[in-house]
């Protein structure tokens, strides 16, 4: 292949993000090139996907040794581990679509050598966005946003070095159940919080989406991916998924990027950046979608959007909280093991419980997760 193309290494080429970044380096085969793949568990996925883009590196975290070397003899590929490869091939962008604490060494490792990421996992950021931020300002890489949202705004800024940002205003669909009334919300089944009206997820963030968990991580994302501090963020509902957020500038205007809700959008705009390439979704049609809606969330039915921007303002290791014990709670609750309503009253709970640390190294954040998990598992194990 030439050596002009873009060479990207997807982490989590499996998950939602990782299938959905690969549409689009398929989409545009004389632009990508695919030199490395890792994933966490769906060998059988990932061996298709190999096949495929025949990539130099793979790496499967949970498959059986030999499968994973066989697989990577049949393609000419070496078998490296996922927080080893950012070092081991020469690359443009790595595509961080892996979930959770994973992805966090490989993109402040990508961040140290100069590399630009596109970051798609939200926890990163949540968790260690002051470590993130400074090995992005020490080594040099760059981080191009993933999340529509975080994209939008990162979109909004182009040419605006210089200008004050007087507000950053994340848009928010509402989720599955925003139509449900609130003395509903108790009897919620896992496959009604996980019928988003607009857009294609995964399970866990579906699900957050629906308790706008997921609008608070991202406002603690923008306070360190823009340099904006908190007061300056807000969220507002807006069903459509049209608007995905708006920047509002010193003089009073506002710029907003739209589109169709499809995360392969963002996705091409982070791995293509600067240039904007040919379309390989959708175009937006306004005259059928007709009328745009904005309205403010209400806290009362959202706890867990009062309590993420909470922990945000309190910084320290209380992200790192928030984030582990709103895993643990939405698995149970896919599970079926507890109620809708029980996952920010496990949240509320960890937050409460937990001494939090100022400005916390690695080895604290990985404290305060484990100590986060092992919190929210016991005390939803009592409760069962």
């Known amino acids: 292949m030439g050596r002009d193309l873009t060479r990207?290494?997807?982490?989590?080429?499996?998950?939602?993000?990782?299938?959905?970044?690969?549409?689009?380096?398929?989409?545009?085969?004389?632009?990508?090139?695919?030199?490395?793949?890792?994933?966490?568990?769906?060998?059988?996925?990932?061996?298709?996907?190999?096949?495929?883009?025949?990539?130099?590196?793979?790496?499967?975290?949970?498959?059986?040794?030999?499968?994973?070397?066989?697989?990577?003899?049949?393609?000419?590929?070496?078998?490296?581990?996922?927080?080893?490869?950012?070092?081991?091939?020469?690359?443009?962008?790595v595509a961080v679509g892996t979930a959770g604490r994973a992805g966090l060494e490989p993109t402040l490792s990508a961040l140290q050598q100069g590399r630009a990421v596109a970051l798609a996992n939200k926890e990163v950021i949540v968790m260690a966005g002051h470590l993130v931020r400074r090995a992005a300002d020490e080594g040099g890489g760059q981080l191009r946003p993933v999340d529509s949202e975080h994209s939008a705004i990162w979109q909004c800024l182009w040419g605006e070095e210089g200008n004050d940002i007087r507000r950053i205003i994340l848009t928010a669909s509402g989720g599955a159940l925003r139509n449900l009334p609130a003395r509903s919300l108790a009897q919620v089944t896992p496959e009604q919080a996980l019928a988003h009206p607009t857009w294609k997820m995964g399970a866990k963030i579906?699900?957050?989406?629906?308790?706008?968990?997921?609008?608070?991580?991202?406002?603690?994302?923008?306070?360190?991916?823009?340099?904006?501090?908190?007061?300056?963020?807000?969220?507002?509902?807006?069903?459509?998924?049209?608007?995905?957020?708006?920047?509002?500038?010193?003089?009073?205007?506002?710029?907003?990027?739209?589109?169709?809700?499809?995360?392969?959008?963002?996705?091409?705009?982070?791995?293509?950046?600067?240039?904007?390439?040919?379309?390989?979704?959708?175009?937006?049609?306004?005259?059928?979608?007709?009328?745009?809606?904005f309205e403010t969330p209400d806290l009362d039915r959202y706890p867990c959007l009062r309590l993420a921007m909470e922990a945000g303002h309190q910084g320290g290791t209380y992200p790192t909280v928030l984030a582990a014990a709103d895993e643990i709670a939405v698995g149970a609750f896919l599970n079926g093991a507890i109620r809708f309503t029980q996952i920010p009253t496990a949240i509320a709970s960890a937050l409460d419980a937990h001494t939090s640390t100022p400005d916390p190294t690695l080895g604290e954040i990985d404290e305060a997760d484990r100590w986060a998990r092992d919190f929210a598992t016991h005390w939803l194990a009592a409760r069962v």
């Open 8 to 93: 990207v290494l997807v982490l989590g080429s499996t998950g939602s993000i990782g299938t959905q970044t690969l549409d689009v380096i398929r989409s545009l085969p004389t632009h990508f090139q695919v030199v490395g793949l890792a994933a966490g568990s769906n060998l059988d996925l990932l061996a298709q996907q190999a096949r495929e883009f025949h990539p130099q590196l793979l790496w499967c975290e949970r498959a059986a040794p030999p499968a994973l070397a066989d697989l990577a003899s049949q393609i000419g590929a070496a078998v490296i581990p996922l927080e080893e490869m950012v070092s081991a091939v020469d690359l443009d962008v």
């Open 206 to 293: 579906t699900v957050d989406s629906a308790t706008l968990l997921n609008k608070g991580l991202e406002t603690i994302e923008a306070r360190w991916l823009f340099d904006v501090p908190y007061d300056r963020v807000e969220v507002v509902q807006h069903a459509e998924s049209i608007v995905h957020s708006l920047v509002e500038f010193g003089d009073g205007s506002v710029k907003a990027q739209l589109g169709n809700p499809d995360m392969r959008l963002p996705i091409q705009c982070a791995l293509s950046y600067p240039r904007r390439l040919q379309p390989t979704v959708a175009p937006l049609d306004l005259p059928a979608i007709g009328a745009l809606t």
